[in-house]
């Protein structure tokens, strides 16, 4: 039987991305952002919203750049942090001592202990209530060489990246697979 | 040490959204999309990105809805299927046997099997290269009794979503609860 909840954002899975920015005098702040995910092939692209009070806001009108950091498990209270803390009033870097390294492609600061980075410059925008909805044109994806498989590409079993429960405000372990896609469907096809 | 792999769509978690459309006389489709996310929260809305030429984008703009159907991986087989058949080519309802029943909201199928369901009107659409990027605003959403907590919202735990990994395109669980949100990162703060 189904339960109507009217309109609430109880969609899985969210992600945790740990977007970096500078500001115009070079400073670095970074914030946790749920909404948001891929949205486009070629260009390989990805989305995020941010409302426009956050600092983030401001430093991405200013440059046009920000990188979007997954951290794996081990940085989870970090991550947590950045969600929490205003870059108006911290400097979250310092907070944390986690380390802002400048992007090689685009003007906004790399995470580096934080396994996978990607690089995005801003390629459009759209007003969603609250939210300012940002699409980034992905220039450059890094990650750390001991998270990749034996085809040197990203390892979800070794980044361990989470995803956050908008229900109930947990991060949760994304886990075992459970089958191929592109196969799996075939049977039924 | 970081490694460079250009510009991927090496992102985790992206999604496995089956969309849920009609075509202008009433006949259900469903796609597998794994680009999209929430991007919205005053009004609530989710975003998805659509290949023009998918059979769900003549019939979003034929009706100006759609819905998000979260599945749990008993449904895999189904979700994967409904990303490899075409809707121009095969009726996907009726090859799996899923149920298509109306929104009682907007103009679009929610699967009854499928345990979260999210009812959507077309807020924006913008074009990112070769996909259209599409805002709905959520209008309800929709769970399965049986799988709720005891405060009667959706519990990750027994809807079992998957995630989708883009690198090597497995369906992957979520598993295990890692930390709260706005509570973990309090200890920096």
């Known amino acids: 039987m189904k339960k109507s909840l009217g309109a609430k954002t109880y969609v899985f899975p969210t992600p945790v991305f740990i977007v970096g920015t500078y500001d115009e005098d070079g400073k670095p702040n970074a914030m946790n952002a749920a909404w948001g995910g891929v949205c486009g092939s070629d260009p390989p692209a990805l989305c ?7 600092k983030t806001m401001d430093n991405i009108k200013a440059t046009g750049a920000f990188t979007v950091n997954i951290p794996g498990q081990e940085h989870v ?98 886990g075992n697979t459970v089958a191929k896609a592109f196969r799996s469907g075939l049977e039924i096809k």
């Open 77 to 174: 209270k970090e991550a947590d942090y950045f969600g929490i803390a205003s870059g108006h009033k911290e400097d979250k870097f310092k907070k944390t001592g986690l380390t802002p390294v400048k992007g090689d492609k685009v003007n906004a600061p790399v995470i580096d202990e934080f396994p996978l980075n990607i690089q995005c410059e801003v390629m459009g925008m759209m007003d969603v209530g609250e939210h300012i909805h940002i699409v980034g044109k992905i220039i450059d994806t890094m990650v750390d060489e001991e998270k990749t498989d034996e085809n040197g590409v990203p390892d979800i079993k070794k980044i361990k990246p989470m995803t956050y429960n908008t229900v109930t405000n947990d991060y949760e372990a994304i």
């Open 48 to 54: 995020i919203s941010v409302r426009p009070s956050r």
